[in-house]
């Protein structure tokens, strides 16, 4: 209610211009959202087979629904999602380890398939003269950050020391975050929990290093699930009638999702729609089009989403209530 409460006006804004578009068109966006969905349940489907745990296809795309609505609403940038996959995957008798295995395999996926993308968007980009020495210089860091970011990750989780000192490390700077400021005592996050969880972790990265064969198809529907999160937005666009390049929406949709991840809003509120109006402003996409049509996506998309995901995630948590 309170996101709600906090887009109203764009809300109404989105809801008045229904009158001057053909509107029919955005059903389009519901045929996307469900591929885009299923793409990554099939990705958590296969990553979980690799650990001999069999997930119900339906069952796993409830958990999904259920972490884009916890990830959009608590303002934690993307951490209650790892909390609250983790305690929802041990009703499937998923260890602690393996499910933050799963769910760093997914983001790892996900990131990598992405520079696919980015590079398919400046070539398009290039081909209509619209790559800007400004948007080649946002792309080029974004795949920079991307590939540095995964190897670093690769390097930390490779060697068990390195692994638990460094997680150790950051444990103790939390706990003396929220001990300062008042929200928990001087080990609200148990050490030797930590040790444990990230033990795990390092053997999980083992096991998957000797069956890379076997990523091949989750990176693949990785990558179908960011095409069709594009295509939603771009579907946005039609109603408008007015050409937009493809490669400027992908753009300024990596853009604004990773900025998003580091966000303390809720759904990351204001810099999503400012980054993306920005970089589609960069791309040569008129204020009259690019602000307009991001609010009416952003609003649309959380309309399809979050009711459903609320659903679900509310179905579950009654159904932990003691009789």
Not at 259 to 265: K, Q
């Amino acid at each position: 209610s309170g996101l709600i409460y906090a887009l109203r006006d764009q809300i109404a804004e989105t809801i008045s211009n229904f009158g001057r578009i053909n509107s029919s068109i955005l059903l389009l966006m519901i045929v996307w959202q469900a591929l885009s969905y299923s793409a990554y349940t099939k990705m958590y489907q296969h990553y979980f087979a690799l650990f001999k745990k069999k997930i119900p296809f339906w069952e796993m795309n409830k958990v999904t629904l259920e972490i884009n609505f916890v990830n959009n609403i608590f303002p934690s940038a993307g951490v209650s999602g790892f909390s609250y996959f983790g305690v929802r995957m041990k009703e499937f008798k998923v260890s602690a380890g393996t499910s933050t295995t799963v769910q760093l395999m997914r983001f790892v996926s996900v990131f990598l398939s992405f520079q696919i993308l980015l590079v398919a968007g400046l070539i398009a980009l290039a081909i209509e003269g619209r790559a800007s020495n400004f948007v080649i210089l946002i792309a080029s860091s974004l795949v920079t950050l991307l590939a540095v970011g995964t190897l670093v990750l690769v390097y930390i989780v490779s060697d068990k020391k390195r692994i638990n000192s460094f997680m150790v490390f950051l444990a103790k700077i939390i706990n003396w975050l929220l001990h300062k400021l008042h929200f928990g005592g001087r080990e609200s996050i148990k050490l030797h929990k930590v040790e444990e969880l990230f033990g795990e972790l390092h053997e999980n990265y083992i096991f998957m290093r000797g069956r890379m064969a076997s990523l091949k198809a989750p990176l693949g529907y990785a990558l179908a699930a960011n095409i069709c999160d594009v295509a939603i937005i771009y579907t946005v666009y039609l109603p408008f009638g007015a050409p937009i390049n493809i490669g400027a929406v992908i753009i300024a949709y990596a853009i604004a999702n990773f900025a998003g991840l580091i966000s303390v809003l809720p759904g990351g509120i204001g810099i999503y729609e400012g980054l993306t109006t920005a970089v589609l402003l960069a791309t040569g996409v008129p204020a009259s089009i690019s602000i307009p049509v991001v609010i009416m996506f952003r609003v649309l998309s959380m309309l399809m989403q979050l009711p459903i995901g609320y659903y679900f995630y509310h179905k579950n948590l009654n159904r932990k209530q003691p009789a």
